[in-house]
């Protein structure tokens, strides 16, 4: 069975501070797809990003950047230099190639104070 | 609008009442989901429509829960003589592809039951 923990679940950090958000995946299948989404007060679920089991190169985005490591079923998140903006619930996400649906872990509450 | 829209925003009803929530996908996305995020928690897989093939009902809490799809677009999440426990928001996505496709997602339909 396919699960995602995000250990963290709440993160208060000052603007500019850089801030790391930790997620562990399992799954028994070879061929997968983990994600990024980002939740604002809004509610509505933004797609950040998306990495296949097949590529373990880590990847940067302006100020956000993703470390995929296999050897031990993570997919963590970096902002870099905070922002207030930055604000808002982050979920990692897991689907398996051979399944539908996508599991999400618990989120986590990323707080930025001015 | 381009997006997936979901109505209603808000809707509050009395225990044993029967609900329907409505989504509207993106044009052209063979893919539904719906998906339930209680206070504060995480995102619930509920079902998954994915062009005419059977849905993926394995979310789906109880029998009071059901999902159709007409016409391979709009689709509506009705529940049968609501509890308190489901009170939560209700999301909808649509995505382009299957496994390791992109979720779009609506701004959800809260619901409260009395």
């Known amino acids: 069975a396919q699960k995602v923990t995000q250990a963290q679940t709440e993160i208060s950090v000052v603007e500019k501070e850089d801030v790391t958000l930790d997620c562990v995946y399992e799954?028994?299948?070879?061929?997968?797809?983990l994600f990024w989404y980002k939740q604002p007060p809004s509610g509505e679920l933004v797609f950040l990003i998306r990495?296949?089991?097949?590529?373990?190169q880590n990847e940067i985005s302006g100020r956000y950047s993703w470390n995929f490591q296999k050897s031990t079923s993570s997919f963590n998140f970096t902002i870099t230099a905070s922002q207030v903006v930055d604000s808002a619930v982050y979920f990692c996400?897991?689907?398996?190639?051979?399944?539908?649906?996508?599991?999400f872990g618990g989120g986590t509450r990323v707080l930025v104070k001015p | 609008g381009a997006g997936v829209s979901q109505s209603p925003s808000n809707k509050v009803t009395e225990k044993g009442k029967d609900v329907e929530l409505r989504c509207d996908p993106i044009?052209?996305?063979?893919?539904l989901y719906w998906y339930r995020q209680s206070l504060g928690q995480g995102l619930e897989f509920l079902i998954y429509?994915?062009?005419?093939?059977?849905?993926?009902k394995s979310g789906l809490p109880s029998d009071r829960f059901s999902a159709e799809r007409t016409g391979g677009s709009v689709s509506t999440l009705t529940i049968q003589r609501t509890q308190q426990e489901d009170s939560a928001v209700y999301l909808c996505?649509?995505?382009?592809?299957?496994?390791?496709?992109?979720?779009?997602f609506g701004e959800g339909s809260r619901l409260t039951v009395l």
């Open positions: 996505a649509s995505s382009l592809e299957g496994a390791n496709g992109e979720l779009f």
């Open positions: 799954t028994r299948d070879t061929t997968y797809y």
């Open positions: 990495r296949n089991s097949f590529d373990e």
């Open positions: 996400a897991l689907r398996e190639a051979a399944g539908n649906k996508l599991t």
């Open positions: 044009s052209g996305h063979t893919a």
């Open positions: 429509f994915q062009g005419n093939s059977a849905p993926d």
